[in-house]
């Protein structure tokens, strides 16, 4: 099946400062990908959608210039979390689709980052 | 009312079991409905995929949608310990467009 990595799978900062998380689609190109945000005992929630070379489409609620989202290219997306605070600490998860999957667009899902903000 | 219910369980049974998962829901615009199943601090795996009501079935996993109902399911046979984790439930209005909506996830412990 398709596979997604994620870079770093765990990460501590420091309040103030601002971590980048890597998402790759290793074996197809993906057009679009995705990234949600993930609480202990809750669901998945998005928090915005990429297409390769657009800019990204934020959900309602998630600040834009706090989560700086790119997709340069058909295989990677960058979030950045900018000026970092405790409240930001959460589990990051990516996922990606691309055209031809499977026929029906699934998304694949990366392993997740672990953001602890101290 | 939320868009998709999910008991969050825990659910707890022994080996061997079978295990019945499900999920409602409240648009009837969603046409496609998937079960991912996701370990302790990873990314969630998809399992099943379906496509409007009926059913499907993979090994020891079944999943069955009822649209009229807005109710969908999960029939894990046969329970292995390894099968222990967080299910979650997700649907969308198309296929190509749109995102996923899931649901909060049921946590299944699987006993040996």
């Known amino acids: 099946g398709a596979v997604v990595s994620q870079h770093p799978s765990r990460v501590i900062c420091k309040s103030g400062t601002s971590v980048k998380i890597e998402c790759r689609s290793l074996?197809?190109?993906?057009?679009?990908m995705f990234w949600y945000r993930q609480f202990p005992k809750k669901s998945l929630m998005l928090m915005a959608t990429s297409n390769e070379g657009s800019k990204a489409t934020y959900e309602q609620g998630v600040e834009k210039d706090k989560f700086l989202i790119n997709h340069a290219s058909l295989t990677l997306s960058t979030l950045t979390v900018t000026s970092a605070h405790p409240e930001d600490s959460s589990f990051y998860i990516c996922?990606?689709?691309?055209?031809?999957?499977?026929?029906?667009?699934?998304?694949?899902f990366g392993p997740g980052t672990r953001l602890t903000v101290t | 009312q939320k868009e998709v219910e999910q008991d969050p369980g825990p659910l707890s049974v022994p080996e061997g079991a079978i295990v019945s998962l499900n999920c409602t829901y409240s648009n009837s615009a969603f046409q496609y409905f998937m079960w991912y199943r996701q370990y302790s601090r990873k990314g969630p795996e998809l399992l099943m995929y379906t496509y409007s009501s009926g059913n499907k079935e993979d090994g020891r996993f079944t999943a069955q949608v009822d649209k009229s109902s807005k109710y969908i399911s999960l029939f894990i046979r046969d329970s292995q310990p390894s099968d222990s984790a967080t299910y979650l439930c997700?649907?969308?209005?198309?296929?190509?467009?749109?995102?996923?909506?899931f649901g909060k996830g049921t946590t299944l412990s699987v006993s040996s």
């Open positions: 997700a649907m969308k209005r198309s296929q190509a467009g749109t995102a996923l909506i």
């Open positions: 996922s990606a689709r691309g055209s031809g999957l499977a026929g029906v667009g699934e998304q694949y």
């Open positions: 074996d197809f190109q993906a057009t679009t």
